[in-house]
């Protein structure tokens, strides 16, 4: 039953107290959750100071993924098929680095026809996630309006503002794209096609007639997004003063996968890092990357923050003498010299010409460099489609040596991806590192989510409009938190609140990553 004594007046004036801090507490918090247009989940809490102005704003990620612990014990081999379930949206990309650590783990080289067609396979890959990221996820904000009410701003409304036949284009361009992953990957969301050494199956004479048709029709694809943006993005005056605003806008940093001739590649190469003055800081092959890179922990999320480790953190500053990097289609261009295919080394000159040179530190930016990038692997696929070795029946060598450890690296739609694998003499984890684009832009994010919250927020009261330009700063980078999230050493927190009926905190009980546990 119910305590029916009346409250003494100095339970009444504790109860009116803590119903006004929690009250407070509230007015002064702002929270994005969950916050919307991306792969995996997270949130943004925006804490504001007495004058209702932005004090600290954090960018978090409370989910918790753990593949880097139980994928130990299992066979190596199996990592293709294992760490592709990461990420139902890219897992191409984490299929894609898993068999070329294991080409590294076996010290096996495939043969040429299997390293063309595990390229081709991923640029279609590439082409078909930037268009969705354009689309869908990104381009509502540009194509609908960063402020349109939130119901519109999605690929509904995105179709309602271009027209049906686009809408049928966007969808069809995709679903053939995607029919092509599954023609010669076995699957089009977790692909069957990588092994140690090589490939699976060759490529039949039919099979390079599908791929050089979609091929050709996915250049066309992407000559039309690009003019897309042009139309509505860079003739819009608004838009392209909101691209080149401070609140949007870092200097950090950048790091991609370049090839001999410092062009963009995502499937192999080294490793390149420019300063924010835009001089090469260091390029380094993938067995290399524990000497370059390093991850930090916070409290508040589950994200690792990657940074440079011979500059180290400094926390989140930005500058040359910050450790933070970032990764993605913009930092991709500021590495680079340039594009390797021709249509799209165009669209590179007039991006950078555009924006003032290189390195380019506009995070928005990155909408623009994604279509550029569509291009190029649209190319890059038109070119590899038309080899004649696409089609030679050679396509694996298989291992004779020993497993010991391996380093596999490709460029993620979202940035550098780096897959890890230490194993016994029978080819068994032992132990698995996953660095993957999300962590390397994890910094940067949590850096941009906060600018963009002090430049945009004043007071409680903010409209819907504005806190989805406080998603925008996030949303460029394309995160994946289904991917960067991993467990770290210890217990897993949690935080309970006990609330008394009319909703005050009672006791608040807190355990820590180190499984200490505190009442507060």
Known sequence: MPDTKEATPLQQAWQEGAAKANTEYVRRRITIDPITRLEGHGKIDVFLDEAGQVERAYFQVPELRGFEKFVQGRPAEDMPQITSRICGV??????????KALDDLYHVDPPPAAKKIRELVYNTFITEDHALHFYFLGGPDFVVGPEAPAAERNILGVIAKVGVDVGKKVIAMRRRLRELIALAGGKVIHPVLGLPGGVAKHFTADMQKQFQEVAA???????FTLQLFEDVVLKNSDYVNLILSDIYTHRTYYMGMVDGSNHVNFYDGSIRVVTPNGGEWKKFRPPE????????????????????????????IEGADSGIYSVAPLARLNVADGMATPLAQQAYATFCSTLGGKPVHHTLANHWARVVELLYAAERMKELADDPQITDSTVRTLPTEKPTEGVGIVEAPRGTLIHHYWTDGRGVIEKANLIVATQGNAARIAMSVEKAAKGLISGANVPEGVLNKVEMAFRAYDPCHGCATHSLPGSMPLLIRVRDQSGNTLATLRRDFNGSVHRE
């Open 90 to 99: 890219c897992p191409t990309a984490h299929h894609m680095a898993a068999t």
């Open 217 to 223: 029709e996915a250049v066309d694809f992407a000559q």
């Open 289 to 316: 990357y524990l000497d370059n890179i390093a991850e930090h922990v916070e409290p508040w999320s589950y994200v690792k923050f990657c940074y440079l480790k011979p500059v180290g953190w400094k926390g989140f």
